[in-house]
């Protein structure tokens, strides 16, 4: 519990210290922005952006239903979008994790199990890795410049069979060992063929995701002012900046880590303020989704009745 907790201060003073730096451009020139960015028009694309992300975040909760039937048994796909929907708030808290909480403590209450909404949390995350690894090696294939990329395709293709082989070896594991074997003897078996089933429906729709979440973020790179083709760079940015920011234990949402990614390859493209200033903004634009999200989580709840209502 003290190595969690030292490493829970330490990626929130990462996350505190990461804003600070991304801020900093803009403490500095945010004046000379007044002729180069026209603040109206980025507003609206933030809102417009916001509504956008919260459309996509639609393919999470899809993903996240379909992983929740691990063992067999799916609930409703309106159950299972409300579920996931009025989860992702708590991402915002600190330690980055509270989301698959919270998804625990809903799902209950909808009528899940707590095995299969434990399995669904590590095949979740499981299959959010492997997409954002796949969309960021086909982004950085597709740029030229980066000749090095070519060698990091079989970085892929590795993960994809890790990620496969991962969880019927546990699943045999912990029905071996003593304090698990019970518990286990009273789950279904999950082969290779299963899991493969599960990854089929689950990773294109994260890598969907992250396709079209590097949409909103290249609408508010050209509301910038930004170059048209800054498609082919934010086609692999946006997914490695969103893993360095959810491998950080205590940034909630990644905060400043995914920024900081963002304004290090953004400022290749803009000048540092207008960098910063579209990081904020994507920023904005997300938290916006997710409120807007979990709004449409509580309604589909409601429309579930007691059974997504919980």
Do not use: C
Request: no cysteine; charged share 15%; proline share 4%.
């Amino acid at each position: 519990m003290g190595a969690a907790r030292w490493l829970r201060g330490l990626g929130l003073a990462l996350s505190l210290a990461a804003v600070a730096w991304v801020v900093w451009p803009l403490w500095r020139q945010g004046r000379d922005l007044a002729g180069r960015v026209d603040a109206g028009e980025l507003a609206t694309w933030v809102v417009a952006g916001a509504f956008l992300y919260a459309v996509v975040s639609v393919l999470l909760g899809l993903a996240w239903w379909w992983l929740a039937g691990v063992y067999g048994e799916r609930p409703s796909a309106l159950v299972g979008y409300a579920v996931h929907a009025r989860s992702q708030l708590a991402k915002y808290l600190p330690t980055n994790a509270l989301h698959y909480v919270s998804r625990q403590l809903l799902g209950r209450t909808a009528g899940l199990g707590h095995p299969a909404l434990v399995a669904s949390g590590v095949f979740e995350m499981a299959s959010l890795l492997v997409a954002a690894m796949a969309v960021a090696l086909a982004g950085l294939g597709l740029a030229a410049d980066r000749e090095w990329a070519r060698t990091a395709w079989l970085v892929g293709p590795l993960a994809a069979v890790a990620a496969l082989a991962a969880w019927p070896a546990a699943d045999a594991l912990l029905r071996r060992l003593a304090w698990s074997r019970r518990f286990m003897a009273e789950l279904p078996r999950l082969s290779l063929a299963g899991t493969a089933r599960l990854f089929a429906v689950s990773v294109p729709l994260h890598a969907l995701f992250f396709v079209a979440t590097g949409g909103v973020l290249w609408l508010l790179v050209v509301a910038a002012d930004g170059p048209t083709d800054a498609w082919r760079t934010l086609l692999w940015l946006y997914p490695l900046a969103w893993m360095a920011g959810t491998v950080t234990i205590g940034a909630p949402a990644g905060l400043g880590v995914r920024e900081a990614i963002l304004v290090l390859e953004l400022s290749t493209l803009l000048d540092p303020p207008r960098a910063a200033l579209v990081a904020l903004a994507f920023r904005l634009a997300t938290t916006g989704g997710d409120l807007l999200t979990a709004a449409a989580g509580w309604l589909a709840a409601r429309s579930a009745g007691g059974d997504g209502a919980g």
